[in-house]
């Protein structure tokens, strides 16, 4: 059998997806009719067609969205690599993808764009004038002994000591400059 012909085509898996969505709406306001009372409560079966709605137009629009949660060093980012079909997020033993990441794609848009919210940024800054006073404190020769298993973030201990405030921006565009960012090893001048 030719393993080509076993393999879906997208477009008929969305037409599939979205009768069965359009069968399913059909089956809720039926239940709105028959099941709910009009006796001034909330129609849930109405909200129910509503959510199955926007479903179907996330299909339509070829729209994916899936959370993907894992421990520390568990191949997320190497498994949302392999589902956009390119190397987007840093991937590699360590621990790399510090911020959780929505992905988005724009047909519109020539190059990747990172967006971090207000709250993500000032996050970071807080984070990163504790760890400067941190270093400060203790010294970054004994700070360097116990982070000694960690080599990667040696480059990352210096760049705090060194610089006044977290080197990120709010956007950060093109692919290299977000897999540094990602990977905390954004370098800024």
Known sequence: MDAEALKPNVQDLQKDVIELLEQISAL???????????????????????QIANEARKVENLELRMAITAPMKAGKSTIINAIVGQELLPS???????????????????????????????????????????????????????????????ELLEEIQDKVGFPIR??????DEILKTLASRARRK
């Open 92 to 154: 590699r033993n360590a621990a790399m993808t510090t911020l959780p990441t929505e992905i988005v794609f724009n047909t519109e848009l020539k190059e990747p764009v990172l967006k971090l919210s207000a709250t993500i940024v000032s996050s970071f800054q807080e984070t990163w004038l504790v760890l400067k006073r941190k270093i400060e404190e203790f010294g970054i020769d004994r700070i360097q002994e116990r982070i000694a298993q960690y080599p990667h973030l040696i």
């Open 170 to 175: 709010a956007k950060t565009y093109g692919r």
């Open 28 to 50: 809720m306001d039926n239940a709105s009719t028959q099941l709910w009372s009009k006796d001034g409560t909330e129609n849930k079966y109405e909200k129910y067609r509503e």
